[in-house]
Structure formats: structure tokens, C-alpha cells
């Protein structure tokens, strides 16, 4: 049957290869968001503090599963925050104990709660080589930082500037390029065989820039790295629904209160765990290549971390269009979940 008369779809449960539970309320607030439909998902560490050793790592992956409701379940995958002075044997035990996944480069400054993260990458080297050597990826938010670089142009920059010659200098290092935003990023990926893959958020498959500033401000779709022009969008859906092995899912969805963002310095970040699947469903059948959603949310990042597929599966199913709340509850106050501005069809029974 093609794509387009497709009304029901069975696929293995997918991961997300990239998002932020937090902790405390919030945590116990978001995780079964996630957990609904996810079967594991790669945790970012930039708690306050961060999360940088295994034992830190260890301790969060606890909270995590205390956080978890009866009768769901999840796996997380922790990645330990890289930092200057982060111990090279720490991390290896960390992965050799299978207590870290991965590890996270934030360059120091790039985003919410970066402060800790890398201004000097020689002083990382001895990590890098490490993690080369027993096959720990590094997951990157690919951005630099220097404020005389266009913010629209702070991805491109990082891969000329710093993600190039660090892929020379540490060749055998597994590197994800986190939530690319461009084409450039798109290229650079397709055309590197060795080593490097990328994740691409949900938002980013929906939203360009012109959705957060044109007819009014909007911060819920204010994110880091920032939406760019359409043509960029275009490229990373077709990656996305190319089914190549190299691009999958990594949703950022990155919960912030309703008042942190509603202020006149706005937290970055977007709430997509509760609808992230339906709206794959609509931009993977909009391009007319549903079958492929299978590869860029289930298979593909499996695959690039060594891991197997999950056995279980979860169906879509088209319909009336989807309720589903605006915000979520937490104690610490609402969380708006993110509006891809059409309806969404298609229902997940996990
Ligand atoms: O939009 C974002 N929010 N981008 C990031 O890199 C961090 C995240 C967060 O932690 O809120
Ligand atoms: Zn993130």
C-alpha cells in the first residue's frame, strides 16, 4: 500500500536519543510524558549543578527511576557532563560499568545551564582519546559561543571552526551532532561516513523562524540552537524521512515553567514529549514517507550506539484529531507542551 493510504503503522518503540527530564517535581512531572511511548532515552546532565561524574550519574539515574509510575516502563541512558577538569578514568569506568552512555560537550556558555562546560578543547583531549579508545560516543551541542558570531550562524561556524579539526585531531572518536538546525550540519553529516551521526529534534522538523518572531513573539518555540529560515527546516525533514542511518531522533524536549519563558529574558527550551510521535507521524506522511518513521525513531540510533532495537512496538493510528492538554501540571507550576499549529491525526497506542 503507499504511504499516502496508510491509516495504521506498527513500528518498534522508539528511543529519544536526546532529552531533559530534570529533577524533583519537575522530573516526577515529565518522565512518564516520555515514558508513555519511549522505551529509553539519552539524558542530558546539565542539572544544577551538572552532572558530571559516575557517581553523580548513578545517583540521577536512581532519582529517575524512583520518579517512574508503577507499571511503566523506561530505560535511561545517562551521559556524564564534560567539563575541564572531568577525569578521563572516571568516565571510562562510568562506561565500562554501564553507567554512562555517552558524554555531553557543551560548549561553556552556549545554553541553559552551560556554565561548566568547555572553553579550552586541549584541556579535553585526554577524555577524547579515552572515550576514542573504548568507543564512548560524544554527544555535541554543536554552537559556538563568541557573541560576534550571528546567532543564525553559530552552528555552521562550529562545525568549521571547532568540530572539524577536532574530528582530525581524535578521528576515532563516535561523535552525534545534537539537534542540527542547518543544511550545512545536514552535509557535513552525509558526507563524513566515520563516526558521526545526528539527531534531529521534532520541533525542527515543524517550525522555522519566522514561527517565533513573525505577528508577535512567541516564546515556546524560542529553543537553542534557534529555528533558522525554511530552507534549513526542509533539509532536515528530508534527512529525517531519507532513512538514512545517520540521522534520528533526538527530541531536545526540554521543559521550562510557563513564567521562566514568559519573561523578558526567556528560558530556551520545547515541551514536546506528550505529542512528539503524533507529530512525526504528520511531517513523515506529509512528505510521503511514513514507513520511514520506523528508521529515524526506532532503528537508526540503536544502531549508531551499538545497542539493539527494542523488541516491543507501538501502533499509530489515524483519526479524528487528537486531544491533548495544553500544559502539564507540575508543583512548580505548568509546562506549555508545544503547538506544531495544525491538527495532529494520529493516535499512539503503545
Ligand atoms: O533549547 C534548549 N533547551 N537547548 C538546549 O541546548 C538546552 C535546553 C534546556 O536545557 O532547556
Ligand atoms: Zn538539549
Redo the contacts with the bound molecule.
Keep these: 500500500m503507499p504511504d499516502k493510504d496508510l491509516t495504521t503503522l506498527t513500528i518498534r518503540r522508539p528511543d529519544d536519543w536526546h532529552l531533559?527530564l530534570r529533577d524533583g517535581n519537575m522530573l516526577r512531572a515529565v518522565l512518564p510524558e516520555t515514558a508513555r511511548h519511549f522505551g529509553r532515552a539519552i539524558i542530558?546532565p546539565?542539572l544544577v549543578p551538572p552532572v558530571v561524574t559516575a557517581e553523580q550519574a548513578s545517583a540521577y539515574r536512581d532519582r529517575i527511576m524512583a520518579a517512574l509510575p508503577d507499571g511503566m516502563q523506561f530505560e535511561p541512558l545517562m551521559t556524564l557532563y564534560l567539563t575541564e577538569t572531568t577525569d578521563p578514568d572516571d568516565v571510562r569506568a562510568a562506561f565500562e560499568n554501564g553507567i554512562a552512555t555517552a558524554v555531553k560537550l557543551?560548549p561553556a556558555g552556549?545554553?541553559?545551564?552551560?556554565a561548566s562546560g568547555v572553553r579550552d578543547f586541549e584541556k579535553v583531549r585526554s577524555v577524547l582519546d579515552t572515550m576514542a579508545e573504548i568507543g564512548m560516543p560524544l554527544c555535541v551541542?554543536g554552537e559556538v559561543t563568541d557573541s560576534n558570531i550571528d546567532i543564525f550562524d553559530r552552528e555552521a561556524v562550529f562545525i568549521d571552526k571547532i568540530l572539524k579539526p577536532l574530528r582530525k585531531k581524535v578521528p576515532d572518536l563516535k561523535v552525534v551532532m545534537e539537534?542540527v538546525t542547518t543544511e550545512d550540519a545536514v552535509d557535513y553529516v552525509r558526507d563524513n561516513h566515520k563516526n558521526l551521526a545526528a539527531t534531529i529534534t521534532t520541533h525542527h522538523l515543524i517550525i522555522n523562524r519566522n514561527h517565533i518572531l513573525a505577528g508577535g513573539i512567541k516564546p515556546h518555540y524560542?529553543?537553542?540552537?534557534v529555528a533558522k529560515r525554511e530552507a534549513h527546516r526542509v533539509a532536515l525533514v528530508q534527512a529525517a524521512v531519507s532513512g538514512d542511518k545517520r540521522f534520528f531522533l533526538g527530541t531536545?524536549s526540554?521543559p521550562?515553567i510557563d513564567p521562566n519563558k514568559l519573561q523578558t529574558c526567556g528560558?530556551?527550551?520545547?515541551f514536546t514529549a506528550p505529542n512528539t510521535m503524533s507529530c512525526l507521524a504528520e511531517v513523515f506522511e506529509a512528505a510521503g514517507e511514513l514507513k520511514k518513521l520506523e528508521a529515524f525513531a526506532s532503528l537508526n540510533g540503536p544502531r549508531f550506539y551499538g545497542l539493539p532495537a527494542s523488541e516491543q512496538t507501538i501502533t499509530l493510528r489515524k483519526g479524528d484529531p487528537l486531544k491533548y492538554p495544553t500544559h502539564i501540571a507540575t508543583e512548580d507550576g505548568p509546562v506549555t507542551v508545544f503547538d506544531p499549529g495544525f491538527d495532529l491525526h494520529w493516535h499512539v497506542e503503545a
Excluded at 552556549?110 to 552551560?114: D, E, F, G
Design positions: 531533559h542530558m546539565n557543551y552556549a545554553t541553559t545551564n552551560s551541542h539537534h524560542y529553543c537553542l540552537p531536545d526540554a521550562h528560558c530556551a527550551g520545547i
